[in-house]
């Protein structure tokens, strides 16, 4: 006897998703659909390779920084390499094996630097890149994210500052020239010859404060350099270098600071030559330093001069142009105190600085041996 066939649940249940199954499907597209969202959106380029170097995904951004589509990308089916860093800027061929970019996937590390690619027109550009490895779930690497962005004006701007403080130094050295220049001609006939060697000597100070800026593009000097470049004349033309004992951290100076530092260093040389410590064989300088936190953020420099084992020293009948440099100038420019105590064993200068705000770099001290 024949029985009609009945349809069975589970074939409907087949020819209908759940609704469990649904909402997944429709979450996981809404997620891909967000994400696509902020990746071209970003104005970062950002390429995804995968275990063989090949481009596998690259948003808007990268698109456009290198010339080429996704679609170009995916189908030349080669390592990325070999499209956009294929070559040196002066036309080698740039092998797979020297490029820092994929150096991240084969070694497992995060690989940050520049390079210069080539876009799709065959011309050259810098970028700034970052490369780290992609991991699955037991942390073996399966490919790499690469993020990149032309700093082409970044270069630009660069050269151009460079440019302008070359030119900067260039009228500082001729300004200082030119001085010396109307010095030599207004000392002319004098018979005052120990005026004219002092004059000199502050100016070759006030270059050798420049130099010290130059070296960083005026941005900052370092307490360690206006130091040793403010005692090197006398440093130098001693045998003995135990004369001196330099003691403290380093620092980056506002170029202010610097210049008048340096100034008041070798006022303070001057007269130990002349008169103090180093104008005996067994007489010893010793410059310490430290640096302590202010309420407001910044920090201040503490500097003592202290001179040893020198003839007997008893106070001037007068200031001169070395003193009020620093009693006076340090204190009004940088609402610092300075002192000098003209003690009979030696010269004993205590200078309190706070130090002037770099600007946006902000101060950095460098933490290492006291020098």
């Known amino acids: 006897m024949s029985q009609s066939r009945q349809p069975l649940q589970s074939d409907h249940a087949a020819a209908t998703p759940p609704t469990t199954l649904r909402r997944g499907v429709e979450q996981l597209f809404e997620t891909e659909r967000r994400l696509n969202a902020v990746l071209n959106n970003a104005s970062v380029s950002i390429f995804l390779m995968d275990d063989r170097q090949h481009c596998i995904y690259m948003n808007r951004a990268a698109e456009q920084l290198t010339g080429w589509t996704l679609d170009e990308v995916l189908a030349r089916d080669c390592p990325l390499h070999d499209i956009v860093h294929h070559t040196y800027p ?13 150096r991240a996937f084969p070694e497992n590390n995060q690989e940050r630097g520049e390079e210069v690619f080539v876009h799709r027109d065959g011309s050259f550009f810098p970028v ?62 004098t018979t005052d010859k120990a005026m ?23 941005e900052s000097a370092s307490l360690h350099s206006v130091i040793e470049r403010a005692l090197a004349p006398h440093f130098l ?42 104008s005996v064989p067994e007489g010893r300088v010793v410059v310490n330093w430290t640096l302590s936190d202010l309420k407001d953020g910044r920090q201040q ?6 001179e ?15 003193s009020r ?10 609402d610092g105190r300075a002192e000098i105590d003209y003690a009979a064993s030696g010269v004993v200068c205590t200078l309190q600085v706070p130090m002037t705000p770099l600007g946006w770099v902000g101060q950095a001290i460098l933490k290492g041996p006291a020098a």
């Not at 962005?149 to 001729?174: F, G, M, P, T, Y």
């Not at 033309?237 to 530092?261: N, S």
Request: proline content about 6%.
């Open 90 to 102: 002066d036309g080698r061929p740039f092998p797979l094996e020297e490029c820092a970019i994929d």
């Open 128 to 189: 700034g890149f970052t490369a780290s490895p992609i991991r699955d779930d037991a942390t073996n690497v399966i490919g790499t994210i690469i993020e990149v962005r032309d700093i082409s004006e970044e270069k630009a701007a660069a050269e151009r500052q460079r440019l302008l403080i070359d030119e900067l130094n260039h009228r500082v050295k001729n300004t200082l020239a030119t001085v010396q220049s109307i010095a030599a001609q207004t000392f002319r006939g």
């Open 308 to 322: 040893q084992d020198g003839p007997p020293v008893s106070p001037p009948t007068h200031r001169g142009f070395g």
């Open 325 to 334: 440099l620093i009693e006076r100038q340090l204190p009004m420019e940088f």
């Open 196 to 218: 004219r060697t002092v004059f000199d000597a502050r100016m070759v100070a006030l270059s050798n404060a420049h130099n010290v800026l130059v070296e960083d593009n005026w």
């Open 301 to 306: 420099l503490d500097l003592t001069w202290q």
């Open 237 to 278: 033309a001693e045998v003995d270098g135990h004369r001196f004992r330099l003691q403290g951290p380093d620092a980056r100076l506002h170029p202010k600071v610097a210049v008048t530092l340096a100034m008041a260093l070798h006022e303070l040389m001057t007269n130990a030559a002349k008169y103090g410590s180093l």
